[in-house]
Nanobody, 116 residues
């Protein structure tokens, strides 16, 4: 019953910035924890950042200090501001939401490519 749609991916040069967004629809979306994962070709999907309702943001060590996750509950959106991008940040980025019952929802993913 929850739908997530990512947008904003694209091509950027190393050192540049990109902002990707996730639009969430469904009942009580603002109450659930949300986050971003990423997956590079041939690699495991990894957690990038999480933002439970009310704060307590968490980041992977590889992106800490460069990425910022935020959410706008009025618009039911979650954003990931990515600064100082590196080629190793290249991946498909997926938005995720977890309900109180532990059910996970996923977006379709948006491609982020960082060139050197």
């Amino acid at each position: 019953q929850v739908q997530l749609v990512e947008s904003g991916g694209g091509l950027v040069q190393a050192g540049g910035s990109l902002r990707i967004s996730c639009a969430a629809s469904g009942d009580r979306v603002s109450a659930y924890a949300m986050g971003w994962y990423r997956q590079a070709p041939g690699k495991q999907r990894e957690l990038v950042a999480t933002i439970p309702s009310g704060g307590r943001t968490n980041y992977a060590d590889s992106v800490k200090g460069r990425f910022t996750i935020s959410r706008d509950n009025a618009k039911n959106t979650v954003n990931l501001q990515m600064n100082s991008l590196k080629p190793e940040d290249t991946a498909v980025y997926y938005c995720t939401l977890v309900t109180f019952g532990g059910r996970s929802y996923w977006g379709q993913g948006t491609q982020v490519t960082v060139s050197s």
